[in-house]
């Protein structure tokens, strides 16, 4: 059994981010996602904060951006790296307000999906520099950017991750 050490991680980079001086507030929810019979028919069910998990485990991680102000708050990024000892699986679905943008070193840089690295190769004896597709579970950080929130709004951002 594996531990759930990257959750203080990520509530701690949520926390610093909450503690500023800014109106705007993260709240940090992980819940494991696991598939469960209901009537006969597979449903998925949430389990908030889990102790433990195992490696293949999906976990949904869902930051709740709040705008405690009274004036509407324009172009503010939220940031959550991709924890270690998982692998970023997908966008949580039906949660969309923000552009997301990804990074594969560390949240140094940023870019829409797919994200593409430079390779040298080579062919036929010669060396040759090519673009090819990141593979998603190799992204490291996610960052949204929010348009705009509106005075006391809130806004849901997330993604699933898979345990190693």
Same mark, same amino acid.
């Given at each position: ?9 990520i509530? @701690?980079?949520? #926390?610093? @981010? @909450? *503690?500023? #001086? ?9 819940s494991?996602?696991?598939t ?8 998925? *069910? ?10 293949g485990?999906?976990?949904? *991680? ?25 692998r970023?699986?997908?966008?949580e ?6 552009? @997301?943008q990804?990074?594969i ?7 829409p ?18 673009d090819v597709?990141?593979n ?7 960052r949204w950017?929010v348009?705009e929130?509106?005075p006391?709004?809130?806004?849901k951002?997330?993604?699933?991750? *898979?345990?190693?």
């Amino acid at each position: 059994m594996k531990h759930l050490k990257f959750i203080l991680i990520i509530s @701690a980079a949520g #926390a610093a @981010a @909450a *503690q500023t #001086a800014s109106p705007v507030s993260l709240n940090l929810v992980l819940s494991l996602v696991s598939t469960v019979k209901v009537n006969g028919k597979a449903t998925e *069910q949430l389990t908030a904060n889990p102790k433990t998990t195992l490696p293949g485990d999906v976990i949904s *991680q869902v930051v709740t951006v709040r705008n405690s102000s009274d004036k509407t708050v324009r172009q503010f990024p939220v940031t959550l790296p991709v924890p270690k000892d998982t692998r970023y699986l997908n966008m949580e679905k039906e949660l969309d307000g923000a552009q @997301a943008q990804y990074s594969i070193d560390g949240g140094k840089t940023f870019a829409p999906a797919p994200l593409k690295r430079r390779v040298t190769v080579t062919e036929n004896g010669k060396s040759v520099t090519r673009d090819v597709t990141v593979n998603p579970n190799e992204y490291t950080t996610v960052r949204w950017t929010v348009s705009e929130l509106s005075p006391n709004g809130t806004l849901k951002l997330g993604y699933r991750v *898979q345990v190693k």
